[in-house]
């Protein structure tokens, strides 16, 4: 197994290239068949599209996460990292297409905060993606412009955008090999339907559940235009660049060894419907619903609206199937997979049909506004109710002035909170598996001391005039065995020294480290308040000669 490991850490980073390239060729190859559909949009909704991106973009330059203390950007830098250096992948067997988008920030200037303008820059990229998607399913640039500019201006997305994540090039890679599948469908063209699938496979290689669309690719395919015909080359082709992704799949109940494997996959939520639901009340809709990440209201009112108008009997078009089974697939593969507080991460995944969805209900709401008259009341109807979606989400001084926003904590907030700190205080550390201790040092580091917990010694012997303690379950690998040991370890902190409650923010808790104030005897203090004077007396007796 080493062997055959070593080997791909070597072979992995010429096969990314080489499916790259592959993918260049077929949109250069195709660029106009790609491009054709889309021929029939005016200028004036090209032109509304990129002031959406380039708004989009702004924000998500100006209030985007840093790096949260989740250790994939770490994974991912590290990988990048070794392959400048040795043009090696150390870690292949983590799904490695964002990897390689990280090497490609790297020689850009070989800086870590480049992997996170190259994840701002692509999920910019995907307002645009669902501006033309939502165009092919519903063919209306109104409804696609207020899905383009939803997306652009969800506070969660926009947070998340910055943090380097593969989510979001994930996300990005999905949107492109959707579109180009329904345009493939559409033209009957079967290269582009595997260029859609090598799209696909290429979104496999950064987060490989992605791989299970490729049967409802075909499916899709094949209901629309009858029987699928793929050229023999196309179809080894498309099996040599699965390799990665399948064998990434086969060694991952080993990654976390064996007895993790079950517990970690959030196996309990998978297997069964009633327990899907119960992660839907218990995690996912309170994520959405809590105001912690601030989703603005007007856009779920919208969602409702849209909802209703997508399912109405005689409205039902195909869009609203795609929407479905996007839904669906998510829902088994995220929301019952990644169970818990990692829901929040996997969330923009399911970002473009609330997009959708409330660029239907808003749609919906700005016909009813305009009514039948034309010229002015139709761009007052289009302004008012797109300048409702902006505001609903930013007030003016924070779109004027755009600053980080403050949700899980990031670099930014870390520095901030350091203030409150005495130069000479010590942080002290839960011990966290799979590098999330050291990404934590990383983050917080700014030259102070830290102390390990669980520690092996009396912490007040580390001379440290205040010690603080950063309580990071929360960023804990979810499962449930390493849960309850971190718990225990906290519990264990909280019996021997009082934690005095210094920052609450969001999931992190910090406390200063008191020692407790014992006032009786026994185990709880008799000794301790004796101690010197027992001392005192032993050292006076030993001067006499006296040793019993």
């Known amino acids: 197994m080493d062997t055959f490991v070593e080997i791909f850490h070597w072979a992995y ?112 990229l995907s307002v645009c993606l669902i ?31 910055g943090m380097g ?13 959707v579109l180009i599948l329904l345009i493939s469908v559409e033209s009957g063209s079967d290269s582009l339907l595997t260029l859609s699938l090598l799209v696909l496979i290429w979104s496999a290689n950064i987060r490989v559940e992605n791989l299970l669309l490729s049967p409802f690719f075909l499916l899709f395919y094949y209901c629309r235009k009858g029987l699928i015909h793929i050229r023999k080359r196309f179809v080894w082709l498309i099996s040599f660049f699965c390799m990665p992704a399948l064998i990434w799949l086969a060694y991952s109940p080993f990654k976390f060894g064996t007895s993790s494997a079950v517990e970690g996959a959030g196996f309990q939520h998978f297997v069964s419907i009633h327990n899907l639901l119960i992660n839907y009340r218990d995690c996912i809709i309170p994520h959405f619903m809590s105001p912690q990440t601030c989703y603005p209201h007007l856009i779920f009112f ?33 929301g019952g997979y990644w169970h818990g507080d990692q829901i929040y991460r996997y969330s923009i995944l399911i ?58 904590p990031s670099v930014r907030e870390f520095k901030s909170i350091s203030t409150y700190f005495g130069e000479d205080s010590c942080v002290m550390l839960q011990r966290l598996k799979y590098g999330r201790f050291e990404n934590a040092l990383k983050l917080i580091g700014e030259g102070k001391k830290f102390i390990e917990w669980p520690a092996g010694k009396d912490i007040f012997s580390y001379k440290c005039p205040d010690i603080y303690y950063f309580d990071l379950r929360k960023y804990a690998h979810p499962i449930p065995a390493d849960m309850r040991i971190y718990d225990e370890n906290h519990a264990f902190l909280s019996k021997k020294y009082e934690l005095e409650k210094f920052v609450n923010n969001g999931p992190l808790d910090i406390y200063k480290v008191i020692k407790k104030k014992n006032s009786h005897g026994g185990k709880t203090g008799r000794f301790e308040s004796l101690k010197l004077v027992a001392l005192e007396y032993a050292f006076m007796l030993d001067l006499e000669g006296i040793k019993k």
């Not at 005689?314 to 088994?332: E, Q």
């Not at 761009?379 to 989400?393: D, E, Q, Y």
């Open 13 to 124: 980073f010429p096969f990314l290239l080489a499916h790259f390239a592959v993918l260049f060729f077929f949109c250069l190859r195709f660029r106009c068949d790609i491009a054709s559909p889309f021929m029939e949009i005016n200028k004036k909704s090209l032109a509304a599209l990129a002031l959406i991106f380039l708004f989009g973009l702004y924000l998500r330059v100006g209030m985007s996460g840093r790096y949260g203390l989740d250790d994939l950007l770490w994974e991912h830098a590290a990988n990048a990292e070794s392959f400048y250096k040795t043009f090696r992948f150390t870690n292949f067997l983590h799904p490695g297409g964002h990897s390689f988008l990280a090497t490609l920030s790297f020689l850009f200037g070989r800086n870590v905060e480049n992997i996170s303008r190259l994840t701002i820059f692509l999920d910019s």
């Open 131 to 161: 501006f033309f998607f939502s165009f092919r399913i519903f063919r209306k640039t109104e409804i696609s412009l207020l899905a383009s500019l939803i997306m652009a201006i969800l506070p969660w997305q926009i947070f998340m955008s």
């Open 165 to 177: 994540l593969d989510v979001t090039s994930s996300l990005f890679f999905v949107l492109a090999a």
């Open 302 to 334: 919208f969602f409702v609206i849209g909802t209703i108008r997508l399912v109405w009997p005689s409205k039902r078009r195909t869009g609203a199937y795609i929407i479905i089974v996007w839904v669906l697939f998510w829902s088994a593969v995220y």
């Open 351 to 408: 970002h473009p049909v609330l997009a959708l969805v409330s660029a239907c209900g808003a749609y919906w709401l700005m016909q009813q506004i305009k009514g039948t008259n034309k010229g002015i009341f139709t761009f007052a109807a289009r302004a008012l109710v797109s300048g409702f979606i902006v505001f609903s989400a930013f007030s003016v001084r924070q779109i004027a002035n755009p600053s980080p926003l403050v949700f899980w």
